[in-house]
């Protein structure tokens, strides 16, 4: 457990030192990994580690320094550090702490933690990462090789103080387990995945369930064609559409905005999407990866509307951001153990609609399914999208035959008022959510 | 008189700060094999870092940080046990390496003999290492960046510049007698520039490098101001940027960074670990044409001061210069020691890890593509229609597909063998075994990049080196949106 006394101590020795204002963060965990590949274990990972974060204020100046070393010449080392940074660093107008009036933090039973994740025997956390690879085995033939399935457990504590008073602590537990099945026909070979992870072991999906999906959604990829160039509409799946999110998330956090570095800077009030969208972020919800008591600087968590049938409502935002822009902060201001903040979402998702994803794919004369994307080709500042993908190609309603190697475009600004009625299948897999998504057209290009 | 190795680590970093001897080494190694295992080894590592950045011309942001750790690791068979521990005491190490110790059973077959010294050599002989000198020279790095974006042209109208430095000393001892120290400078200094002509949209430019290099190379060679100016130069550039095209087209790629090509298309697919499982689009294909006779990969951890180099690797073994594709055919894999065990090859100096708290695996250097004859004037000429690519974002592959993508930054279109519009950023993609087989002509003008790569698998990070000639590739999928 972590010692609150280290972190009142560690702000008292940075007032001592000069500092008019300081924050500390302490934080700890331990790791657990058990990788089963080809049916027998392979990597057995289990450590601990802590650290500790300050950052101080001299007047208008800045200094922040982080450690490992938590012992009493390590505490003075840091707080010699971040003085030390201060001096160098540049008046800047707008930092300092949240107002006294806005710290604090929710009450009540957020359940992040649950010691279940500790408490199984490594002997059955092994099993449970041995029966998934099974489980994607015996789903087909096809499955002939793996990268392996790992069960993998997480817990630890966050505290946080400043020296206006605030001082808070959690603690968080993650579980999950997941499968890579490599799947081969003729020519072909492709590999894929599935996962399922919760605060809690208990809600974890079964090994078969994570297997079999696993097996499923490598094999469907076998055999992929490379399509030709054209327009045509494109099914985002819950996983590929969670980027999206990601994507949009960037364009609204108040660093790129109040630098005009988002397509969406001065946008507040006008509609930026299809009324079909509406997005939320919600830091509140008991028992999700997006949720704590405080962000990480002492500021509530809350749930905040960002776009509401389409209009953009408000950015996400932390006391900084929200000072240059002169606004309020979101609860949203988020940093690993020190430096300035950032901005991080809570639980960031899109509002479902009514529809199934079979549906959806049925309203499709021709058009692409996505199910994978990767490279980083999406310009935040512009809204350019362009990105390499793979997933199933639509013919009358009904997947015909899986693609890969093209890549799809357009601009973000497009996508988002392209966005057709969304799928009823929103689920919390991660701290993004989204469901199934259909975008009225994009370019393909491929041969 | 102390034996040598007893003199080695009683001057090393972590004899002299933390007072570890050959002993308590030996000792760890011991409990980590307590309960069987083929071979233990023990990464010590203590890192500093420093990072300060300027943004709308006010120095707001400076941190510095200290972390230190010891992992274990025991390897039996085809499994890996690992611990670690942020605390260098000895009951924390040896319970480090009691849980490591975990994954075999049975009676040790190994016999600890002493430890030999790893080949010395260093590649970045630094006095003083840019983290060693005094913050306010440092601070000053991205003063000049920022005055010298905002001073190249009037529609800049937003600056930040950051510069990062560390200094990683690690010592790593292994069961099978491998004793190694290595001090790790390094640095990089970036800048980001927004420009904006009117009302229009604004672009964004970046630039940025360094390597294992002392203060006085951003000083005396590569300047803030050469950063800021080539940044500002792109942002400006893409203020006249036209949408890019849509389709397969001849596409030429410029010298420099542009060879993270090879690091998606080939250099993943060629890391043991996939090779060993054989998932990799590569696996089983060594002797095989995987591209044009004119195309000639190597992967160098032993270049002067870049940014991917090391004298040994995260596992003690000194890096070597690796040769992967010869003229159009593979021949070689980047090794581990757990590969090279389990597919009974020499290793290669591959195995590196982000810190302490990760397991190592195979990873690549710098990686480059060797020159050839053609001038690149005429590589650009003999096109008629097609795509200029000078600058690229990031890439991404998937090993097992070979299927890749890379985000061109700075593109411009080929119209009559003259480079002439500048393009919007998009993505290219191919496949790895199949896409560099369409080389038709490759330069006499190699480059490696000017330092700013980082490579990420499987969670961890770690610095890396790119580099290539002007070539020209027959066909390839660009991913724009004109049609």
Redesign the interface.
Known sequence: MIDPELATETIRLALDRGATDAECTLAEGEEFSALV?MR????????????A?LRVLVGQR????????LSAE?IR?LVD??I???A?????PH?GLPDPSELGKLTGDLQLFSADVNTLD?GYRIEQARQTEEAAFATDPRIT?S?GASFSAYSGERLFANSRGFLGSYRTSSCSLSATP?AREGE????DYWYSSARSYSRIESPAHIGRRAAERTVR?LG?R?VA?QKVPVIFDPQTARSLLGNIFDAVEGDAIY???S?LAGKLGERVASENVTIIDDGTLPGLFGTSPFDDEGVPSRRTVVIDRGVLRSYLLNTYTALKLAMKTTGNAARG????TGVGHGNLFLEKGERSPDELVRGIRKGLYVT?L????V?I??G?Y???A?GQWIENGEFAYPV????????LRRMLMDIESPGSDLEFRSSVASPTLVIREM?I??? | MLPLNEMAISDSFFGQKFGITVHDLESYLSEALAAGGDYADLYFEYLATSNLSIDESIVKSAVQGVSLGVGVRVIAGERTGYAYSGDLSPDKIRHAARVAACIAKGPSQIEKTGFDESHKRNLYPLLTAPHETSLAERVDLVKRADRAARAYDKRVFHAQASYIDSLRYVLVATSDGVLSFDRQPLARLGVSVLARDGDGSPQRGYAGGGGRVALDFFLNEKTPEHFAQEAARQAIVQLDAVSAPAGEMTVVLGPGWPGILLHEAVGHGLEADFNRKKVSAFSDRIGQQVASPLVTVIDDGTIRNRRGSLNVDDEGVPTERNLLIENGVLRGYLFDKLSSRLLRSGTTGNGRRESYQHIPMPRMTNTFMLAGDSDPGDIVRSVPRGLYCASFGGGQVDITSGNFVFSASESYLIEDGKITRPVRGATLTGNGPEALKYVSMVGNDLQLDEGVGICGKEGQSVPVGVGIPTIKLDRMTVGGTAG
């Open positions: 590949r027998s274990l392979e990597t057995l990972k289990d450590a601990g580690s802590r650290a974060g800045v200094g922040s320094s982080y450690t490992s070393d390590g080392k550090s971040a030390e940074l201060a160098i660093s540049s008046e800047d930092a490594t090789n990268e490599v072909f070979m492709e590999r990829r992929a490379k160039t630098r005009q570095a397509f153990i020190t430096g300035n994978e990767i490279g980083s080709g310009n500042v512009t350019d362009s990105r390499g793979a890969s190697e093209i890549t799809i475009a357009s601009t370019t290009s491929g041969q």
